[in-house]
C-alpha cells in the first residue's frame, strides 16, 4: 500500500469519526466547529485526488467562511440542540443506514479513480477541453478556462445564485440594531486581545493582497473570482471581529456593499452584453479583439473574474455584518 | 544523496518528531493551560522545521518563496492565537490544574 | 523521508482529532482544531512536493490564512459556558 492509499484511508478514517462526533455533539458551537474540520479534510482529499482548485474553494468555503458564519449565527441565539427523544432516534437511524446502503450500492456502478475506460478520458471533449483551451484561450489553468469561458454562462448562473443568497439573507437580517451592546463591545475590545488586535492589523494588508493575487493569478495556477472574493470577505471578517462594527464601517459601509453585491454581476452580465453589442453571441471574448482571438479571451475572463470576486467578497462581508448587527452578546 | 537531500531529510525528521510528540502530549498533558504548550510545540518548531526542510528541496524560485511565506504566517499566527486562547481561557475561569487535586484522587 | 514526514503528520492529525472530539472544555476542542489545520497545512506542502505539484502551496497558504480567521472567530464568539 502506497502512502497516498495510507493517506486517503486515514483521512477517511477521520471524516467517519468527525461525522459521527458531530452526530454527537450537544453543543452547536462544538458541532459548527468539527463541520469545519469536516472541511478540511475533504479538501485534504480533493488534494489527493489532485482537484486542486476544488480544494481551495472547500477550504475557503467550507472550513472558513462556513464555520465563522455559523458561529455567529449561533452567537445570537441558544447554542445547545435538545435531546432527541428516544423514539425518534431508532427511525433516523434507519434512514441514515438505508440512504448510505443506496448510496453505496449506486458507488459500484462508477467507474474507478483513473480508469483509462471512463467516459470521461474517453469521450472526444476532454481532449477537446485539454488541447484546444491552450490554443484557443492561453490559460494554463484548464480549470479557469472551463469555467470562465468555455461554461461562462453556468458561472454568470452561479454568480447570480450567490447574489440571491446574499440578498436573502440581507432582507431577513437588516433590522434595527441594538446600540447598547456596541458601546459593550468596544469596551471590552480596548483591554483585551491587544496581541492579536496587532496581529490582526498587520495582516490585514497582505490577506487583501493575497486575495488580489489569487484573482489575478487563477488563470495559471490553482485560483479564481471565487476563492479570491472568500480570501477578501475573510480579511475583512477578521478585521470585524477585531476592532468592531463601527470601526470597519468606516472603510467599508454597508451601503457600498449592498451595492457592490450587484455591482459583480452587472459587470459580469456587461460583458456579456458587450460582446453581443460588437458583434457576438452573449459572452464571446472573442469579440473584444477580432483580431487576436485570445488577447480577446483574456481580457473576458480577467473582467468576469473581478465580476464573480466583487460579488462574493461583498456577498461574504454583507452576510457577516448583517449577523454582527444584531447586537452579537459579548 | 545529496548534502541537500540529507539535510533537509534531517530537519523532516526532526519536524516530524516535533509534531508526533507534540501530538501525544496534546492527549497525554493534564489541563488546558500545558496543552496549548503541546499545541505550540507542533504549530512552531514542527510547522516551521518540515517547512525549511521542504525548503531545500524546492525546484524553483517561486516555491521557496511560497514555503517562506507560509513558515512566516504560521510562525506569526500560531503563538498569537494560542496566546489568546489562553488568555480568553483564563478570563473564563478555565481552572488551572494543581498536583494536590491529583494526588487527593 | 517525505513519506515519513507524511506520516508523521498523519499521526498527529489523528491525535489532534482526538483531543476535538473528547476535549473536556470548549478552548481544548478550539486549540485541537486550530493544530488540526496547521497539520493539514503541512500535508498539503508535503503532498504537493511528493506529487511534484509545487502550486499545492497556494492552497496551504489559503488553508493557514482560513484556519487563523476561523479560531480567531470562535474565540470572539463563543460563549463558554453554554458551550460546556
Same mark, same amino acid.
Given at each position: 500500500m502506497s502512502t497516498f492509499d495510507l493517506a486517503?484511508?486515514? #483521512?477517511? *478514517? +477521520? #471524516? +467517519?469519526?468527525?461525522?459521527?462526533?458531530i452526530t454527537r455533539a450537544r453543543s452547536l458551537f462544538v458541532a459548527a466547529m468539527l463541520g469545519g474540520l469536516f472541511s478540511?479534510?475533504?479538501?485534504?482529499?480533493?488534494?489527493?485526488?489532485?482537484? %486542486?482548485?476544488?480544494?481551495?474553494?472547500?477550504a475557503a468555503v467550507g472550513a472558513g467562511i462556513s464555520t465563522v458564519l455559523f458561529i455567529t449565527a449561533l452567537a445570537l441565539t441558544n447554542s445547545r440542540e435538545a435531546t432527541t427523544p428516544r423514539r425518534r432516534v431508532i427511525p433516523a437511524g434507519l434512514v441514515a443506514v438505508l440512504a448510505t446502503a443506496g448510496l453505496v450500492y449506486?458507488?459500484?456502478? #462508477?467507474?474507478? %479513480?483513473?480508469d483509462p475506460d471512463s467516459p470521461v478520458q474517453t469521450h472526444p471533449i476532454t481532449d477537446t477541453y485539454l488541447r484546444e483551451s491552450q490554443e484557443d484561450l492561453h490559460v494554463p489553468n484548464t480549470v479557469t478556462g472551463v469555467l470562465a469561458s468555455y461554461r461562462g454562462y453556468d458561472t454568470l448562473g452561479? %454568480?447570480?445564485?450567490?447574489?440571491?443568497?446574499? +440578498?436573502?439573507?440581507?432582507?431577513?437580517? #437588516? *433590522?434595527?440594531?441594538?446600540?447598547?451592546?456596541?458601546?459593550?463591545?468596544?469596551?471590552?475590545?480596548q483591554t483585551e486581545y491587544r496581541v492579536l488586535r496587532v496581529v490582526s492589523k498587520t495582516l490585514m494588508p497582505f490577506i487583501l493582497l493575497f486575495a488580489l493575487y489569487v484573482l489575478l493569478h487563477g488563470e495559471y495556477s490553482p485560483g479564481g473570482g471565487f476563492q479570491a472574493g472568500v480570501i477578501f470577505g475573510a480579511g475583512f471578517i477578521l478585521y470585524t471581529l477585531m476592532f468592531g462594527l463601527a470601526a470597519v464601517q468606516r472603510v467599508l459601509p454597508?451601503?457600498?456593499?449592498?451595492?457592490?453585491?450587484?455591482?459583480? %454581476?452587472l459587470i459580469y452580465a456587461g460583458v456579456g452584453v458587450a460582446t453581443m453589442a460588437l458583434g457576438g453571441g452573449f459572452l464571446d471574448y472573442n469579440e473584444f479583439n477580432p483580431g487576436n482571438p485570445s488577447g480577446g479571451q483574456v481580457a473576458g475572463l480577467?473582467?468576469?473574474?473581478?465580476?464573480?470576486?466583487?460579488t462574493v467578497a461583498a456577498v461574504m462581508v454583507a452576510m457577516f455584518y448583517s449577523l454582527v448587527r444584531r447586537g452579537v452578546r459579548r | 544523496m545529496t548534502a541537500l537531500d540529507v539535510a533537509s531529510g534531517v530537519l523532516l525528521l526532526a519536524g516530524s518528531l516535533f509534531a508526533v510528540t507534540g501530538g501525544i502530549g496534546l492527549l497525554r498533558f493534564p489541563d488546558f493551560y500545558t496543552r496549548t504548550h503541546a499545541a505550540g510545540l507542533m504549530d512552531s518548531a514542527g510547522a516551521?522545521? +518540515?517547512?525549511l526542510g521542504l525548503l531545500l528541496l524546492a525546484p524553483d524560485l517561486g516555491s521557496g518563496v511560497r514555503l517562506l511565506l507560509i513558515a512566516a504566517f504560521l510562525l506569526v499566527t500560531g503563538p498569537t492565537a494560542t496566546h489568546a486562547l489562553a488568555h480568553a481561557a483564563r478570563n473564563d475561569g478555565v481552572r488551572v490544574w494543581a498536583e494536590r487535586e491529583d494526588k487527593k484522587r | 523521508m517525505l513519506s515519513a514526514a507524511l506520516v508523521a503528520i498523519l499521526v498527529a492529525m489523528v491525535l489532534a482529532l482526538a483531543r476535538a472530539v473528547v476535549g473536556r472544555h470548549l478552548y481544548d476542542r478550539i486549540l485541537a482544531i486550530n493544530v488540526f489545520g496547521t497539520k493539514t497545512v503541512l500535508f498539503i506542502a508535503i503532498v504537493g512536493f511528493l506529487t511534484g505539484r509545487p502550486d499545492f502551496l497556494d492552497v496551504a497558504l489559503v488553508y493557514a490564512l482560513i484556519n487563523f480567521v476561523s479560531t480567531v472567530a470562535v474565540l470572539r464568539l463563543s460563549h463558554y459556558r453554554e458551550a460546556m
Open positions: 486517503e484511508a486515514v #483521512l477517511l *478514517g +477521520i #471524516l +467517519i469519526v468527525t461525522a459521527v462526533a478540511l479534510v475533504t479538501a485534504s482529499l480533493f488534494v489527493l485526488l489532485d482537484a %486542486v482548485d476544488v480544494a481551495l474553494t472547500e449506486a458507488s459500484f456502478d #462508477l467507474p474507478g %479513480v483513473g452561479e %454568480v447570480v445564485v450567490i447574489f440571491t443568497a446574499g +440578498i436573502g439573507v440581507l432582507l431577513l437580517m #437588516l *433590522g434595527p440594531r441594538r446600540p447598547a451592546d456596541e458601546v459593550k463591545d468596544r469596551a471590552y475590545l454597508m451601503r457600498t456593499l449592498v451595492v457592490l453585491v450587484a455591482v459583480g %454581476v480577467l473582467l468576469i473574474e473581478v465580476g464573480v470576486g466583487v | 516551521v522545521l +518540515i517547512l | -
